[in-house]
């Protein structure tokens, strides 16, 4: 069994920050690329921000230069710094994890429930 679980998500006014994390936990043997993904009502689940292995990140234009994405390979977490806030940045945020859980045959997709982030005045 393996849970991704998010947290941080709140209601915030335009130009504020959020931070969102995302703990991984179960029977892991490996863990390849973590990223953030938010889905708008109405709209296609998006990436938002992912790191692979090795560190090598990638960031969607609207967000670039106001969130960062950070990765602790230790603790299996991943956290989403999210400054500038926006009201088109509203939207649930979904942890994704691509794992091979121990005693398996390969990567899986993993998602987490989502937290929801809400930009309004």
């Known amino acids: 069994q393996v849970h991704l679980v998010e947290s941080g998500g709140d209601l915030v006014q335009p130009g504020g920050s959020l931070r969102l994390s995302c703990v991984v936990s179960?029977?892991?043997?490996?863990?390849?690329?973590m990223a953030w993904y938010r889905q708008a009502p109405g709209k296609q689940r998006e990436l938002v921000a992912g790191v692979d292995r090795t560190g090598t990140t990638e960031t969607a234009d609207s967000v670039k230069g106001r969130f960062t994405v950070s990765r602790d390979n230790v603790k299996d977490t991943l956290v989403l710094q999210m400054n500038s806030l926006k009201p088109e940045d509203t939207a649930v945020y979904y942890c994704n994890a691509q794992i091979w859980a121990r005693y398996g045959t390969g990567y899986a997709n993993y998602w987490g429930q989502g937290t929801q982030v809400t930009v309004s005045s």
């Open positions: 179960g029977d892991i043997f490996t863990i390849a690329t």
